[in-house]
T-cell receptor, first 116, second 111 residues
Framework: DTAVSQTPKYLVTQMGNDKSIKCEQN?????MYWYKQDSKKFLKIMFSYNNKELIINETVPNRFSPKSPDKAHLNLHINSLELGDSAVYFC???????????????FGQGTRLTVV | GQSLEQPSEVTAVEGAIVQINCTYQ??????LSWYQQHDGGAPTFLSYNGLDGLEETGRFSSFLSRSDSYGYLLLQELQMKDSASYFC????????????FGTGTQLKVEL
């Protein structure tokens, strides 16, 4: 069983379109994240959710709207796609341990988004 | 805010030992972890240090000095398959459960 699964793996779309990426984890973790990895491989945190509540929004344009229907799912909807949105988007999950923080994160396979 | 710095690129020969350093600035620090990412793949967890000292896992070891805000990943008996990007990541509070990644170090292992 895949611990963190995200779909689709590849997404090619035109500027101005709206698209969604889905993520599910079966690890029972309480924290989920979305990261954006650009061509320089920098992993930038976008959002962090804890028990389906938004904890962190790292100055991401409001065209990006995460939704967490339950703590096992964190989807990402992107409106009015722009060329600069082209990147690999990773979903991840971890379990917050008191006094230790988030010690180990598990990543989905990534979604390579190409905006043309 | 948080910042983590790592060398952008390291090259070593097969069988050698290489150390990848990471310095960080953050508040509410919990611990430092390391991830490996092969081209086209997802980051995978290697190790976590919550306390000062060395953690060893097979050929890989990781070190943390909380007082120096510094850590490193040590890879021994390098193999070609170790060619990948390596990221340090800080787990901290300061607004919530946050896992912030460094800029990544591209390791190239040569024959």
């Amino acid at each position: 069983d895949t611990a963190v699964s995200q779909t689709p793996k590849y997404l090619v779309t035109q500027m101005g379109n709206d698209k969604s990426i889905k993520c599910e984890q079966n690890l029972g973790h309480d924290t989920m994240y979305w990261y954006k990895q650009d061509s320089k491989k920098f992993l930038k945190i976008m959002f962090s959710y804890n028990n389906k509540e938004l904890i962190i929004n790292e100055t991401v344009p409001n065209r990006f709207s995460p939704k967490s229907p339950d703590k096992a799912h964190l989807n990402l909807h992107i409106n009015s796609l722009e060329l600069g949105d082209s990147a690999v988007y990773f979903c991840a999950s971890s379990q917050f341990l008191p006094g230790q923080g988030n010690t180990e994160a598990f990543f989905g396979q990534g979604t390579r988004l190409t905006v043309v | 805010g948080q910042s983590l710095e790592q060398p952008s690129e390291v090259t070593a020969v097969e069988g050698a030992i290489v150390q990848i350093n990471c310095t960080y600035q953050t508040s509410g620090f919990y611990g430092l972890s390391w991830y490996q990412q092969h081209d086209g793949g997802a980051p995978t967890f290697l190790s976590y240090n919550g306390l000062d000292g060395l953690e060893e896992t097979g050929r890989f070891s990781s070190f943390l000095s909380r007082s120096d805000s510094y850590g490193y990943l040590l890879l021994q008996e390098l193999q070609m398959k170790d060619s990948a990007s390596y990221f340090c990541a800080v787990s901290a509070t300061g607004g919530g459960n946050k896992l912030t990644f460094g800029t990544g170090t591209q390791l190239k292992v040569e024959l």
